[in-house]
């Protein structure tokens, strides 16, 4: 999971929701919005297969392995406050998605790429690690190449920054800052993580 290569069409049906945010990919599930297979109407699903959905959205959505979802389990359970919320709230100050949703990018996968590839620095550093998870006050910007510039200026100019109260983008000086921690309300991904958070304790 920590890179999906297969088809993200039968992902985003199978889950009932754009979680591959890829043209394709969306325009399969506006067409056919059912699960794949034969017969997909009339399959009845158990506790533990709604627990299992709901977790495989999160590994999808944020490109987590099942090692990875676990460790921040691990550490959303140690945490002060509400597990559930402690587990998105990690997942949504991860690097990757930070840079997705400051507008850098159209996609996570398309995030997560140019990060490995260098393109991105957290407070004047170079960093390569997608799952990098960042604190109120740090901020990313783009590497001085002029290439680099040029093609994200592009991909910004067709894809607006999302407005947030947590993370400001700077689309002059191609730099993102987070303002604060993002709460419950900033979650971007509709998933019952309680019923994720039972799994995973069993």
């Not at 399959?43 to 392995?65: D, F, V, W």
């Amino acid at each position: 999971m920590a890179r999906y290569t297969g088809p993200k069409a039968r992902v985003n049906r199978r889950l009932s929701m754009l979680v591959y945010e890829s043209a394709g990919a969306a325009r399969a599930l506006e067409r056919r919005d059912t699960p794949p297979g034969m017969h997909p109407r009339g399959r009845r699903t158990s506790n533990y297969g709604t627990a299992l959905t709901e977790k495989q959205k999160i590994k999808h959505y944020y490109g987590l392995g099942e090692r990875q979802l676990r460790r921040y389990f691990v550490a959303a359970t140690s945490a002060k406050g509400n597990t559930a919320q402690n587990l998105l709230l990690m997942c949504e100050r991860r690097l990757d998605n930070v840079v997705r949703r400051a507008g850098f990018t159209k996609t996570r996968p398309q995030a997560r790429q140019g990060i490995v590839h260098g393109h991105f620095r957290v407070n004047g550093v170079k960093v390569t690690k997608p799952g990098y998870i960042l604190r109120a006050g740090d901020v990313v910007e783009l590497r001085g190449r002029e290439n680099l510039k040029n093609l994200y200026r592009g991909v910004i100019a067709n894809n607006p920054p999302q407005s947030l109260d947590w993370l400001t983008f700077d689309s002059e000086g191609l730099q993102a800052t987070l303002l604060s921690q993002p709460t419950a309300t900033d979650i971007s991904l509709p998933v019952d993580a309680n019923v994720v958070v039972e799994f995973l304790s069993r």
